[in-house]
């Protein structure tokens, strides 16, 4: 199979399938808002599952050593991160990660516990600290330039841990080398454990840029004791609906009691998430990379829009989800957000307000380009009734 442009410009019916994206909203509207991706998926991935569910018995399922040992060979292979495979701990997503870190700990630093937050950010990262009653300590990342300055000064005075989010979502931004370094060199500072959810690492735009996972930027054995990462092909490769996720955990206190917290109250993976993890670990490289260049156009048609209106859009690095700021039309909009005002008018985005940017709104640009153009078409049109 080829993984051209016409591979992925065919259009996939997805409005009756029970998807999340396409069922929120009428019909009329086009969903570019949840981080789901609308095109089919590579060959060996439907082999795969196909032939998993062909067996005919759906019983529990064990950990899979292979699914485990792909993921090692891949994260090795693509970034020269040598992953333990001790270190991993299975998950069913990544967003339980984040609560069981957050749980964790409340429970080993009770007088230690507030979390810093980089923000605008994933919603679940803040509703991770505050489920488990902690506090959450805003760490505000710039939207354009570098978001991180030279001299990190972190609000650190009862922190014990950071949430970190590499590539960042939903800025589109991709931490260099030496601004993992910054965070690594706080975490000694300050006493921190950092969690950092790389579940976008593999959607890296352009070729220029790098995806450092943060653990194997660790010099010795103490920096990488205050580290773990969050990391899954769901993002990748699409495959959010079959749930598989790993903890990197090199610690093994740490380790021990994110296995204890997880035990009989987080689900396994399921048999299909592991078959899923393992066909993409072995066999997406080559849909991942006709779908970063279909991306890159999808990402030049946005930019063209976004110039137009003269709204300013962040750098998208990494990841398919662009962050656009629309605080200037505010005054116009009658009391609507800008994220009600173009669902108003057909085209449904995420507001920015959930990740601790009102005025703001994410658009997801993994659909097919006669969709995105058409969505921007609509938003264009929405805009000129505007007075500006």
């Excluded at 998993?52 to 040992?69: L, T, V």
């Excluded at 997880?262 to 006709?290: S, T």
């Excluded at 829009?305 to 656009?324: D, G, I, N």
């Amino acid at each position: 199979m080829i993984y051209d442009f016409d591979f992925f410009d065919t259009p996939l019916p997805r409005r009756n399938s029970d998807s999340i994206k396409w069922s929120q909203f009428p019909p009329d509207v086009i969903p570019l808002w949840i981080a789901d991706m609308d095109f089919r998926a590579f060959d060996e991935l439907i082999q795969a599952l196909t032939a998993r569910a062909q067996e005919g018995c759906f019983g529990y399922a064990a950990d899979s050593k292979r699914a485990i040992q792909a993921m090692i060979d891949y994260h090795h292979a693509l970034y020269g991160w040598n992953i333990d495979p001790d270190w991993v701990v299975p998950q069913p997503g990544v967003v339980t990660s984040l609560n069981l870190f957050c749980k964790m700990l409340r429970d080993i630093r009770p007088d230690h516990s507030d979390v810093l937050v980089g923000e605008p950010v994933y919603h679940h990262f803040m509703s991770a600290v505050t489920q488990v009653g902690l506090r959450e300590r805003k760490v505000p990342l710039a939207p354009f330039g570098a978001p991180l300055p030279p001299e990190i000064t972190l609000p650190a005075a009862g922190a014990g841990g950071w949430l970190f989010c590499n590539p960042e979502n939903p800025l589109g931004h991709l931490w260099s080398e030496a601004e993992l370094r910054r965070v690594i060199d706080c975490a000694e500072t300050y006493d921190l454990l950092i969690a950092d959810d790389e579940i976008h690492g593999g959607l890296v735009l352009d070729a220029p840029y790098r995806y450092h996972p943060m653990l194997s930027l660790a010099k010795n054995d103490s920096e990488r004791s205050r580290l773990m990462a969050f990391i899954a092909p769901s993002k990748t490769f699409n495959i959010p609906g079959l749930g598989c996720a790993f903890a990197v955990i090199p610690n093994p206190a740490l380790r021990e009691h994110f296995l204890r917290s997880y035990d009989q109250i987080v689900p396994a993976v399921n048999l299909f998430g592991w078959v899923g993890a393992e066909a993409a670990y072995r066999h997406g490289e080559p849909w991942r990379l006709g779908l970063l260049a279909y991306l890159r156009r999808n990402r030049t048609l946005l930019e063209q829009a976004a110039a137009q209106w003269k709204l300013p859009l962040c750098r998208l690095e990494a990841t398919y989800l662009a962050f656009m700021d629309c605080r200037a039309l505010m005054p116009h909009l009658k009391g609507e957000t800008p994220r009600d005002f173009f669902l108003r008018h057909g085209v449904a985005l995420h507001d920015g307000a959930i990740f601790g940017a009102p005025g703001w709104v994410r658009i997801n640009i993994a659909t097919q380009t006669a969709t995105l153009s058409a969505a921007l078409e609509r938003m264009g049109n929405a805009l000129t009734s505007l007075p500006r």
